[in-house]
């Protein structure tokens, strides 16, 4: 049972991020796919996740898909006009693509081209709502289309660092789920408590909720995050085990799995973000016995 199955049914589903290569060499993406092929219900492929420009997500996903993996394609409208949206929409469907997640995409200055041009034709909700037009058959210029794609679509949050902004935030991603959003993908998550705290808040959104759970790779990764990713809140003691430990990446991947584990028990999902460290997820599904 793949994701779509298990997310519709109610089924506790486990997600890897990929991120498409760099170049046209796509042999240690298609390398580490394979180890993981039948422990994940399914990938999720950043469109040029950080601002980076690389392989966009819809050839990613395609490769994804011709090596018999589940895809869930970012879609975000940070570098295309509404047309060219829409077209990637079909075309993913075309390629056997059924699964998309709208993100907010990171700003440009971020990347790598920070010269290029933002495009900021429509916003997330529209493109949810372009998107459920698709479904019904019709483009946003009102025009019928021959034959309409199906499917399951999600969308992100961004991280908040107290309560009023949470409350601001969950009351966003209400109107994305007005607009067909059918499940939530968190932030990463670091401390269980704080979690729980935000699932009793997410339950009146009345989807399922997939937490991100982040390999932290060094204590100056987690140092970094904690001081500069808004509502992190990296528990000093998480930092403090990396920093003691003998082999610390060894203890990061634990610590990972320890997440994956606990969360199991408090949504319906966990997505498993490594940042270039694919190689690390069997080690990771391993520890976690998920």
Known sequence: MGFQKKILSGNFVVLAEFDPPKGVDASDLVSNIIRVKGRVDGVIVPEMAQAVMRM???????LMQQQGMETIMQICSRDRNRLALQGDILAAYFLGIRNLLVVPGEEIIYGDHIDAKSISDIDEWTLLRAIKGLQNGVDMAGMELRGSPSFVTGCSMRPAQDEMALEAELELVKKKVEEGAQFLVTPPIFNIPVFMDFMANAKELAIPVIATVFLLKSVGVARYIATNVPGARIPDEMITR???????????ITI???????????????QLVTMGWESRLPAILDAARI
């Open 256 to 270: 990972a799995a320890e997440l994956a584990r606990s969360l199991k028990e408090l949504c319906q999902g966990v």
């Open 56 to 62: 966009s997500a819809l050839g990613g996903a395609a």
């Open 242 to 252: 990396i920093k003691k430990a003998p082999d610390r990446i060894t203890e990061c």
